[in-house]
């Protein structure tokens, strides 16, 4: 099955610095990837949307320039929190979606294990 | 406007019993298709189950089937002989947009009780 890393799986900062979580498909190439962001008991909110080599489209109160997204290449994305706060602590998942027509059943998404931030 | 409503905040079963996870949704576009993930409390999502919204057949995955009415936009979760390891929060959720961008409902909690 297709697989799909995160890293770090937790990570704990001061406020104010910067922080870059890594997403990577491992056995696939993934045109498009997926950030969410999962508060405590609740449920996952899609962040941004990035396709490889072009700029990631946010959903609505998203702050581009909070959260910067790159995908570089089809097998890495990006996410990072700029100048954190103790707000933006949260658990950040990606998803990545396989090439078309490679196989590929519906939209199918694979999801990695998540990243926790906690900023102090 | 599209939404995935899960009514259930929290469930609990016996174990070796069934249980149905609710799940309705809200969509104009005619072209969709249907998820349900499981996440323990490790914070991994596990896919579990997929309906596409123009397949006959209910889907089936082992323990897990997936009872669609189109006509009621439900696509509850039945989970059949349950274990302790199912206790775990559910998501139900759907696709939407080009790109497959999913939306989520808020969840429900299985507790499966020995």
């Known amino acids: 099955g297709a697989v799909v890393s995160q890293h770090p799986s937790r990570v704990i900062c001061k406020s104010g610095t910067s922080v870059k979580i890594e997403c990577r498909s491992l056995d696939f190439q993934a045109t498009t990837m997926f950030w969410y962001r999962q508060f405590p008991k609740k449920s996952l909110m899609l962040m941004a949307t990035s396709n490889e080599g072009s700029k990631a489209t946010y959903e609505q109160g998203v702050e581009k320039d909070k959260f910067l997204i790159n995908h570089a290449s089809l097998t890495l994305s990006t996410l990072t929190v700029t100048s954190a706060h103790p707000e933006d602590s949260s658990f950040y998942i990606c998803?990545?979606?396989?090439?078309?027509?490679?196989?590929?059943?519906?939209?199918?998404?694979?999801f990695g294990p998540g990243t926790r931030l906690t900023v102090l | 406007a599209q939404k995935i409503t899960q009514t259930q905040p929290g469930m609990f079963v016996q174990e070796k019993e069934a249980v149905t996870l609710d799940c309705t949704y809200d969509?104009?576009?005619?072209?969709?298709?249907l998820f349900w993930y499981k996440q323990p409390s490790s914070g991994e999502m596990i896919f579990l189950i997929y309906q596409g919204s123009y397949d006959q057949q209910n889907a089936t995955e082992g323990r897990y089937s997936l009872n669609f009415q189109k006509a009621r936009k439900s696509a509850n979760l039945v989970i059949s002989a349950s274990q302790l390891g199912d206790s775990a929060m559910y998501f139900c959720a759907m696709d939407i947009g080009s790109q497959g961008n999913l939306i989520f409902g808020k969840g429900t909690k299985l507790s499966v009780k020995p």
């Open positions: 998803s990545a979606r396989q090439r078309e027509g490679l196989r590929l059943r519906y939209n199918e998404q694979f």
């Open positions: 969509t104009s576009d005619p072209s969709y298709g």
